[in-house]
């Protein structure tokens, strides 16, 4: 075979799309049913935005990065002067990226909070959140306008369960941001990040790679800040943890076609949000 340079179309350009799995960690990959399988002609992404279970953290900076560091011990021995054996006896992997988009919602996974800090559990939990938060990503409910309310459903009834935008009634939104206690266990979610991927990109076809990671935990400091001329941003470490199996996630590259069928199964049928009735 001839020599060439390289191939362009394995190098990746472009923003990747950051999925916090509320429900937990994912410590069973063979068992578990947190990642909704590929569906046909369906990017990866709208799959996510179609599970309850799922969150979109919306506007990202600077990225995404996947740090793998492996620690490696050595052997030195009298008759070398450099180690005569090398051994691996560590690894972690961190991902990190950056919060554009300053809700509540989003500071609560960046400093590993509980659901049930935000609003003080007040409000319906749908898929391990709160059905209602501080920000501006889901359509509003038809019949209410001004009222953005997780999944597009309208708010349930009682005190300080909606964010109301525009309309005439006074809400709020409130993160405790509390101690803890000792003893207790951190909190840990499953993340999936979806991006573009590596491979010849054929009329009709689209390519896109996953990282899911099974268990993350934000463990690093967090910012607040106001400033008169920068956005305020919330900046995310989150350590990836092995799960039983030892693996802290999976990188896949897929390729589907418009007018063909997924290529893979990664998990199960995305699951959708429960209708949530409010009294007028």
Not at 42 to 54: H, R
Not at 94 to 114: G, H
Not at 210 to 227: E, H, K, N, Q
Request: overall charge negative.
């Amino acid at each position: 075979m001839a020599y060439t340079r390289g191939d362009s179309k394995n190098i990746i350009v472009g923003a990747a799309a950051l999925f916090v799995y509320a429900e937990g960690p994912v410590s069973d990959p063979t068992t578990d049913t947190a990642f909704p399988a590929f569906v046909a002609k369906t990017s990866y992404k709208d799959t996510l935005q179609e599970d309850v279970s799922w969150t979109n953290v919306g506007y990202t900076q600077n990225g995404m990065e996947l740090t793998i560091t492996p620690d490696f011990g050595e052997v030195e021995v009298d008759q070398l002067l450099d180690s005569a054996k090398i051994f691996k006896q560590g690894m972690q992997v961190m991902l990190s990226t950056t919060f554009a988009e300053a809700t509540l919602e989003n500071l609560l996974y960046a400093i590993a909070a509980s659901p049930t800090d935000l609003n003080g559990g007040q409000a319906a939990v749908v898929g391990g959140l709160p059905d209602s938060y501080s920000g501006i990503r889901d359509e509003p409910d038809p019949s209410a306008p001004g009222v953005v309310v997780a999944g597009g459903s309208a708010p349930v009834t009682g005190v300080n369960t909606g964010h109301f935008v525009n309309g005439t009634q006074d809400s709020l939104d409130i993160l405790e941001v509390t101690a803890g206690n000792l003893g207790e266990c951190p909190i840990e979610r499953a993340v999936c990040a979806v991006g573009p991927g590596t491979g010849d990109c054929a009329e009709g076809a689209v390519i896109e790679r996953v990282y899911a990671a099974f268990r993350a935990l934000s463990m690093d400091a967090v910012t607040v800040s106001v400033s008169r001329d920068s956005a305020s941003t919330f900046d995310v470490n989150f350590r990836l943890l092995p799960a039983n199996n030892g693996s802290y996630g999976r990188i896949i590259d897929r390729t589907f076609a418009a007018t063909g069928p997924a290529v893979q199964t990664l998990g199960q049928p995305p699951k959708k949000a429960p209708v949530v009735q409010s009294e007028v």
